[in-house]
């Protein structure tokens, strides 16, 4: 990439994480076998194998429900609840010990910048414990009736984006709330939910209380059609989502889903550019854009268009795309060969149906899966950039004259989990979040979050909120 500065290679060292060889499963507070064809996890950045990870079958997902259930009916349903909280705050001061492990083994198995994974999955996800922890012994203070109970057992499935981050979204209130866990990592990026199996081994967490079962789409659809879990969810494509959906709809089980976006992030002619593009860089290029709330579609008021796009375009020069174990990487590999193949096939009808594709100049490495941040220019609304998610550091750059075209636009969508507004006025941008259908709205910022705040969708990128209050609701039942 062009670069203002040329900097030295800055590369963290993998030595402190031990990969094993190979991976089991981890079902009543012990790794066992799984009777499946084991899966191979590679480095996405250089296309190493990792390791081999066990596959669970039906079978071995009934074995780690039924040790969740024994766990729930005779342990942890039983606890006392402040008990339960200082198990939560054991896990989330080890994660803090261990931070750098998990921060490196991160970036290995899913090409995040060790950046990222050191400065934001790693200390969320402790976050998202400590903040739970807390809450444990405090439910019938929550405004969620007098007495909210569990739910029994919590089928769990998470994508790969942010495959720490996401476990402890889904753990750490299921725990809280006196439920046990089976949870499903992504089949591309599971070794940091082993790791944190033996987080829970060293915090002596009862047995049973977290299961992890490793495996592809079918040992999710295991999880989550297992008749003995009370409680679903999942995070991931709407696709599959619908399909959970379907799967879930006439038993007696609660589901939250947490799907897909194609967030605006809108830019009114009194906003502070520089400011504006610090924020639309981060909106859309954080984590390679594999950001189901990522700012996809860039929304700039017309007076200000050719600025907004002219700077933008100068600072993606200097963005580092690399080596993610690099500390001065800005943007790291695509997590699969698969996402990259879907991030190209959708930046192809890009160009077939008429925007402007510029990407910077410079080379990008031989091996792994990589993708230039990318910028589309003379979108329509019509087009599929425009209305696909992505998943990938390509934005859609569009304009709107009025701030009611602004708020039309912005709505525009199947989709409904985030927005962003950059201005200078207060009123407008309470008035325009006030319009905007989606779950999350940041103003002058983007991509921040916090475990006290609650975080997901309207429309298609499902239902039910992860974090704060709200989030603790889909894990409780308040109806006595
Ligand atoms: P996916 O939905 O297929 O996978 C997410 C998780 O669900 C994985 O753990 C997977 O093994 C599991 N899964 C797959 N099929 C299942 C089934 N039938 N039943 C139960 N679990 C199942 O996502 P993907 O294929 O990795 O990505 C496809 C697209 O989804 C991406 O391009 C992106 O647009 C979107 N996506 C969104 C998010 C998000 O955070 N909202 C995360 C990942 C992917
Ligand atoms: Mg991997």
Redesign the pocket.
């Known amino acids: 990439m062009t670069s203002l500065f040329e900097y030295a290679p800055a590369p963290e060292s993998r030595s402190i994480v031990d990969i094993r060889p190979s991976y089991g499963l981890f079902i009543d507070g012990e790794f066992v076998d799984g009777t499946g064809t084991p899966l191979k996890t590679v480095n996405p950045a250089t296309e190493e194998v990792l390791s081999e990870v066990a596959t669970a079958h039906e079978d071995d997902v009934d074995r780690a429900v039924r040790a969740a259930r024994r766990a729930f009916v005779k342990t942890w349903g039983p606890m006392r609840p402040a008990d339960r909280g200082k198990y939560l705050f054991r896990i989330a001061r080890l994660l803090q010990e261990r931070a750098r492990e998990f921060a490196v083994l991160e970036t290995l198995d899913n090409g995040k910048p060790i950046r990222e994974s050191r400065d934001v999955d790693v200390p969320l996800a402790a976050a998202h414990f400590f903040y739970h922890a807390g809450w444990a012994d405090k439910l019938e203070h929550a405004g969620l009736g007098p007495a909210p109970r569990p739910l029994g057992v919590a089928g769990q499935?998470?994508?790969?984006?942010f495959p720490l981050l996401?476990l402890a979204w889904k753990v750490a209130p299921a725990l809280a709330t006196g439920n046990t866990v089976v949870l499903?990592?992504?089949?591309t990026t599971p070794l940091t939910a082993l790791l944190f199996a033996e987080i829970c081994q060293q915090a002596d967490l009862p047995p049973g209380v977290v299961n992890i079962v490793t495996?592809?789409?079918e040992?999710?659809?295991a999880?989550?059609s297992h008749p003995d879990v009370d409680k679903v969810a999942?995070?991931?494509?709407?696709?599959?989502?619908r399909?959970?959906a379907r799967?879930v709809a006439g038993t007696e089980k609660r589901l939250t889903l947490?799907?897909?976006?194609k967030a605006a992030n809108i830019v009114f002619d009194d906003a502070p550019i520089d400011q504006a593009v610090e924020g639309i860089v981060r909106g859309i290029f954080f984590n390679q854009g594999?950001?189901?709330c990522a700012g996809s579609r860039l929304l700039v008021q017309e007076s200000v268009h050719d600025d907004v796009v002219a700077s933008l375009q100068r600072r993606i020069g200097t963005l580092r795309v690399g080596d993610p174990m690099d500390k001065n990487t800005d943007l790291g590999a695509i997590n699969s060969a698969?996402?990259l193949a879907?991030i190209r096939e959708l930046t192809a009808f890009g160009e077939t149906e008429g925007a402007t594709c510029w990407q910077p100049d410079g080379d990008l490495p031989d091996r792994g899966f990589w993708f230039k941040p990318t910028v589309f220019t003379d979108v329509s609304p019509a087009h599929r950039i425009a209305r696909d998610?992505?998943?990938g550091p390509v934005l859609s750059v569009m304009t709107f004259r009025t701030p009611d075209e602004a708020v039309a636009k912005a709505n525009n969508t199947t989709y409904g989990l985030s927005a962003g507004i950059w201005s200078e006025k207060g009123s407008r941008i309470l008035k325009v979040t006030d319009q905007l259908r989606a779950g999350v709205v940041w103003a002058n910022t983007f991509n921040e979050f916090d475990p006290t705040s609650p975080f997901g969708g309207y429309k298609q990128s499902g239902y039910g909120r992860e974090g704060g209050r709200q989030g603790l609701a889909a894990y409780l039942r308040s109806d006595s």
């Open positions: 499935v998470i994508p790969w984006n996401m499903k990592p992504a089949e495996g592809a789409g040992t999710g659809r999880v989550i999942f995070t991931g494509s709407t696709e599959v989502g399909s959970i799967a947490e799907l897909g976006g594999h950001v189901c698969e996402q879907r998610e992505v998943f």
